[in-house]
């Protein structure tokens, strides 16, 4: 069960990431990617719960997935400008 939603993530994150590339590049306004801040911001309010007694878990699953969306965005970035 985990595993299963584990995968569901990484298919959603990946899509996620596929979709923003999209509309950085034909969208007609500005298109502002505010994944990479809103981790950054569950991270600090997970660092002030695992300070009161709260799980690391949660808080190296947060890193994890941040590390992880970054890469997969500078990865499909440099994708995209070998294909112009």
Not at 8 to 34: G, P
Request: net charge negative; hydrophobic share 35%.
């Amino acid at each position: 069960m985990i595993e299963e939603l584990n995968n569901e993530l990484k298919i959603i994150q990946e899509a996620s990431i596929k979709f923003a590339m999209f509309l950085k590049r034909y969208a007609i306004t500005v298109y502002n990617d505010a994944m990479e801040e809103y981790l950054h911001h569950l991270i600090h309010e997970e660092k002030s719960k695992v300070a009161c007694g709260g799980r690391d878990e949660v808080l190296d699953s947060l890193k994890n997935q941040l590390q992880d969306y970054k890469h997969q965005v500078n990865n499909s970035f440099l994708n995209n400008q070998r294909q112009q």
